[in-house]
């Protein structure tokens, strides 16, 4: 998957993060932050989250997880709709925030993965935006793949449902990369990952690695 040259850099950094926060053996509370940029952790103790509920968050398994991002989607009209009280509603989890721009979850999955959905100001725009992403937890020797269902044919069959139009994208010697989907005032592009995947080959069925709004 390759978003755009200049952003490829900080989502590697952040699922980095955010992973290597499962790996911390922190309690439930520390593992539910934000993989934030350096400059943002200098403000993490003073955190506020007025839509944290004080009883742990509920565990989320990555069907429910991509399912809930689908209904997520499918209740705005931009993504500045994307609010901490809307996502802690339609995820079900608690949110953590740093400001009123940055705020989302993260969480560990069995099998050595983890995955985040977190909004947060775009460099140099500042334009917001939300994703989700599966990550293997570095070194763990994590299996292929949490899950596949929905699977990538059917999550993105639900966009084209919600009234998206699909563009495909294409990298080099014409090989497709992912989907981009479009409707007024929302662009979301779907990233894959194999469930078998053999070296440089990808093969198997195809699953959702990453989900991005904008």
């Not at 590697?12 to 790996?23: C, G, P």
């Not at 809307?86 to 995955?115: C, K």
Request: charged share 20%; aromatic share 8%.
């Amino acid at each position: 998957m390759t978003p755009t040259a200049s952003n490829k850099p900080r989502y590697r950094k952040r699922r980095l993060a955010t992973v290597m926060f499962m790996l911390s053996g922190m309690s439930l509370h520390s593992t539910a932050s934000l993989a934030m940029p350096h400059e943002a952790m200098k403000d993490h103790n003073a955190m506020t989250t007025p839509t944290t509920a004080t009883s742990p968050s509920p565990k989320l398994d990555a069907t429910q997880a991509l399912q809930r991002m689908l209904e997520l989607i499918r209740g705005i009209h931009a993504v500045t709709d994307v609010t901490p009280d809307y996502m802690r509603r339609v995820m079900g989890v608690n949110i953590e925030s740093t400001d009123a721009e940055r705020f989302g979850f993260n969480q560990a999955l069995p099998g050595h993965w983890a995955f985040g959905v977190e909004r947060s100001p775009l460099t140099p725009t500042q334009q917001p935006q939300v994703d989700l992403s599966f990550d293997p937890i570095p070194n763990s020797g994590a299996a292929s793949v949490p899950t596949c269902e929905p699977n990538y044919a059917s999550f993105t069959a639900s966009l084209e449902g919600m009234g998206f139009q699909r563009h495909p994208a294409y990298g080099e010697h014409g090989r497709w990369k992912f989907d981009a989907f479009d409707k007024p005032g929302l662009h979301v592009e779907v990233l894959p990952v194999y469930d078998q995947p053999q070296g440089d080959q990808e093969v198997g069925t195809a699953c959702v690695k990453m989900v991005i709004i904008r």
